[in-house]
């Protein structure tokens, strides 16, 4: 079977053309993991977990295939908004780079001349990366993609079966994969599934490495923390600045509460430090009165745009409201266009499962602390964040997506209970 493997991808590569021959080949990788997944076991785990990763994968890649395609009819792109910019920046890059200017400063004030979004980012040199190897050929950051949004769903299922058992975990797995928004993310060319799955392998590592300490797991967390800081570094900054001093900090509450104590003030310190550094001449309610001005400014789902929150009256205001909306938004009356209700449906389920969530939320604090307080700090601080600088309904809808999968985790959790509860009634 491996020598057919091996003649079937020589022939992909010698005839077909390189645009093709990468997507072909992320397409056979994807099957290839499946297969290693299922080979070996004969648990139920080893049928469910290939299953589901491979219908995801081939589900997904099979709409982007129908997306992209109905987008070059249309338009003659494949792909639109950020996603094309991303693409159109990439290829530039990569263009400017083999005409032997290699200096990244240059490269990227030539880019922002000339990006249709009018700047430069990581990702736009992701894309490049991309297309140094594979010409242009935005199917294949697409199939990156869907492949790395299906092995989130691994990463999610283990982390839920290490926090409580295999039933949660098979309901945080199948609503990691199938999620709608996070579907559609994931057969775009957005950074979206890059950075969940980034997050979900650290968090995953995390969890390990405190398990039982191998030197594979730090490698594996450093790796993904550079990867990490380079794709988004905000994440980076709040993960590492906060999330995880914070669980640190909730571990040795129970042990040491001086100690807990202590540690949480010199945190506070040390990040009032790093803070006043990068703001410079700026306080941090103006900073985030800047960052939601300027992300409000763009698209017309804004929220509370003119409100100046440094005014420490309009700050008691803005903080539940600025909660409500990172929680529960787009709502449903506030729905403006064609593809905003097609939302609809996601967010009424999304509301039946909260409450869920909050259960499985409760559990974990009760019982599960250490397996899971990881958890709950990330959603927590995530959504404090995405509540405070998103100033705009639709992107903050989209990096919500950077905490559902955790959510699902949660959700699974209270699901399982629910069930359990039912059964002893």
Same mark, same amino acid.
């Given at each position: 079977?491996?020598?057919?493997?091996?003649?079937?991808?020589?022939?992909?590569?010698?005839?077909?053309?390189?645009?093709?021959?990468?997507?072909?080949?992320?397409?056979?990788?994807?099957?290839?993991?499946?297969?290693?997944?299922?080979?070996?076991?004969?648990?139920?785990?080893?049928?469910?977990?290939?299953?589901?990763?491979?219908?995801?994968?081939?589900?997904?890649?099979?709409?982007?295939?129908?997306?992209?395609?109905?987008?070059?009819?249309?338009?003659?792109?494949?792909?639109?908004?950020?996603?094309?910019?991303?693409?159109?920046?990439?290829?530039?890059?990569?263009?400017?780079?083999?005409?032997?200017?290699?200096?990244?400063?240059?490269?990227?004030?030539?880019?922002?001349?000339?990006?249709?979004?009018?700047?430069?980012?990581?990702? &736009?040199?992701?894309?490049?990366?991309?297309?140094?190897?594979?010409?242009?050929?935005?199917?294949?950051?697409?199939?990156?993609?869907?492949?790395?949004?299906?092995?989130?769903?691994?990463?999610?299922?283990?982390?839920?079966?290490?926090?409580?058992?295999?039933?949660?975990?098979?309901?945080?797995?199948?609503?990691?994969?199938?999620?709608?928004?996070?579907?559609?993310?994931?057969?775009?060319?957005?950074?979206?599934?890059?950075?969940?799955?980034?997050?979900?392998?650290?968090?995953?590592?995390?969890?390990?490495?405190?398990?039982?300490?191998?030197?594979?797991?730090?490698?594996?967390?450093?790796?993904?923390?550079?990867?990490?800081?380079?794709?988004?570094?905000?994440?980076?900054?709040?993960?590492?600045?906060?999330?995880?001093?914070?669980?640190?900090?909730?571990?040795?509450?129970?042990?040491?509460?001086?100690?807990?104590?202590?540690?949480?003030?010199?945190?506070?310190?040390?990040?009032?430090?790093?803070? &006043?550094?990068?703001?410079? &001449?700026?306080?941090?309610?103006?900073?985030?009165?800047?960052?939601?001005?300027?992300?409000?400014?763009?698209?017309?789902?804004?929220?509370?745009?003119?409100?100046?929150?440094?005014?420490?009256?309009?700050?008691?205001?803005?903080?539940?409201?600025?909660?409500?909306?990172?929680?529960?938004?787009?709502?449903?009356?506030?729905?403006?266009?064609?593809?905003?209700?097609?939302?609809?449906?996601?967010?009424?389920?999304?509301?039946?499962?909260?409450?869920?969530?909050?259960?499985?939320?409760?559990?974990?604090?009760?019982?599960?602390?250490?397996?899971?307080?990881?958890?709950?700090?990330?959603?927590?601080?995530?959504?404090?964040?995405?509540?405070?600088?998103?100033?705009?309904?639709?992107?903050?809808?989209?990096?919500?997506?950077?905490?559902?999968?955790?959510?699902?985790?949660?959700?699974?959790?209270?699901? &399982?209970?629910?069930?359990?509860?039912?059964?002893?009634?």
């Amino acid at each position: 079977m491996i020598f057919f493997l091996g003649l079937l991808i020589a022939l992909i590569v010698v005839l077909l053309p390189i645009p093709f021959t990468s997507c072909v080949l992320i397409a056979l990788l994807g099957m290839f993991i499946g297969l290693f997944i299922y080979v070996g076991k004969k648990t139920k785990e080893a049928v469910f977990l290939p299953e589901v990763f491979l219908l995801s994968f081939i589900l997904k890649i099979t709409v982007s295939l129908l997306v992209y395609n109905f987008i070059f009819s249309y338009r003659g792109t494949g792909l639109m908004g950020d996603g094309w910019s991303y693409s159109e920046n990439g290829y530039s890059i990569v263009q400017i780079w083999l005409s032997g200017i290699k200096n990244i400063g240059v490269i990227e004030a030539c880019i922002r001349r000339i990006s249709p979004s009018g700047t430069v980012g990581s990702y &736009d040199f992701w894309n490049a990366a991309v297309y140094f190897f594979t010409s242009k050929s935005p199917v294949s950051l697409i199939f990156i993609n869907c492949l790395v949004s299906s092995l989130t769903v691994i990463f999610i299922y283990y982390i839920t079966k290490q926090l409580y058992n295999e039933k949660a975990a098979k309901i945080a797995a199948v609503l990691t994969a199938f999620w709608p928004s996070l579907f559609i993310w994931s057969i775009q060319n957005l950074k979206e599934p890059l950075s969940i799955f980034l997050l979900v392998v650290l968090i995953w590592a995390i969890l390990q490495l405190k398990l039982k300490f191998k030197f594979y797991l730090l490698f594996l967390i450093i790796l993904v923390s550079i990867a990490l800081r380079e794709l988004r570094l905000v994440s980076f900054f709040v993960f590492f600045g906060a999330i995880f001093p914070i669980y640190l900090i909730l571990l040795l509450w129970r042990k040491n509460r001086i100690l807990s104590i202590f540690l949480f003030l010199l945190t506070g310190a040390v990040m009032a430090v790093i803070i &006043d550094n990068y703001l410079k &001449d700026r306080t941090i309610l103006e900073y985030i009165n800047y960052a939601r001005t300027v992300r409000a400014s763009r698209g017309n789902t804004s929220f509370l745009p003119n409100l100046d929150i440094t005014n420490p009256v309009n700050f008691i205001f803005f903080v539940p409201v600025a909660l409500a909306v990172a929680w529960l938004s787009p709502f449903p009356w506030q729905m403006g266009s064609t593809s905003q209700i097609t939302v609809i449906p996601e967010m009424l389920l999304y509301y039946a499962l909260l409450p869920v969530m909050f259960l499985g939320w409760s559990f974990v604090m009760k019982y599960k602390i250490r397996e899971g307080g990881l958890i709950i700090v990330y959603i927590a601080i995530m959504m404090l964040v995405l509540a405070f600088v998103e100033g705009n309904i639709g992107t903050l809808f989209r990096h919500r997506a950077m905490v559902l999968p955790f959510m699902f985790i949660l959700i699974g959790v209270g699901i &399982d209970r629910i069930k359990n509860k039912e059964k002893t009634a």
